[in-house]
């Protein structure tokens, strides 16, 4: 079966430092890959998403980048934090056509100081 | 991808069944109705999807009316673990690849 797994689950940084998230999958292969950020009583926003290595669309600018270095893994970084950075960020993947069903992982809660 | 109109919150007595609404009057031919819950500080978790025929699995039922104008979930025992945020989605592959956009959801609160 597959799983999604996300690291860490918080984390606390203050405002300009760098920032990675990483995601990885297992039990497929070349799956779909995105990035979504919920902030605090808001919906989700997608940020990222990736149908093969080195592939990456973003959805949104703004100081965030995403790497797919590997098949099933899956990266968020940023070279300065914002305040407004801060949420929870979650990673989901994805088989097949874009409305295929995304499975979503347990997400990271970052705090930016 | 359309709108989707749903009650802000619910409540349901646990193990009797929890019916939960959802208006999406602008879906289009193409675009299947999906079912998420967000339980609290975790990631979101697919409940069910459908097109126009009604849909069951061991999670729960998806009920779409003939003109698919209008949709419920059906938890069929409710537990107290299946309060969570409920999240009715409308989509098909639409110009942004695969993207979930997630309303405000209907809080589903399962009393003792």
Not at chain 1, 28 to 39: G, H, M
Not at chain 2, 11 to 23: F, I, K, M, S, V
Not at chain 2, 42 to 58: C, R, V
Request: a neutral charge.
């Amino acid at each position: 079966s597959q799983t999604i797994h996300q690291w860490p689950a918080t984390l606390v940084q203050p405002v300009g430092s760098p920032l990675s998230l990483e995601c990885t999958v297992e039990g497929t292969s070349n799956p779909n890959l995105y990035w979504y950020r919920q902030a605090a009583g808001r919906g989700l926003q997608l940020l990222f998403y990736s149908v093969g290595i080195g592939q990456i669309s973003s959805e949104v600018p703004q100081n965030l980048s995403a790497s797919r270095p590997q098949d099933r893994q899956f990266i968020l970084s940023s070279k300065k934090l914002l305040l407004s950075d801060s949420g929870f960020y979650l990673c989901a993947w994805s088989v097949g056509t874009s409305t295929d069903t995304q499975y979503f992982g347990p997400g990271t809660r970052l705090t930016v100081l | 991808d359309a709108k989707t109109t749903q009650p802000p919150s619910m409540d349901c007595a646990e193990g009797r069944a929890a019916n939960l609404p959802c208006n999406h009057s602008t879906i289009s031919g193409n675009e299947y109705v999906y079912w998420y819950r967000q339980i609290h500080s975790q990631g979101p978790q697919y409940i069910i999807h459908g097109l126009k025929n009604n849909e069951t699995n061991e999670m729960a039922s998806l009920i779409i009316t003939e003109d698919r104008k209008s949709s419920t979930l059906i938890l069929p025992h409710a537990t107290l673990r299946d309060t969570a945020v409920y999240y009715c989605i409308v989509r098909g592959g639409g110009t942004s690849y695969g993207k979930l956009t997630f309303g405000q959801g209907t809080i589903l609160t399962v009393h003792p």
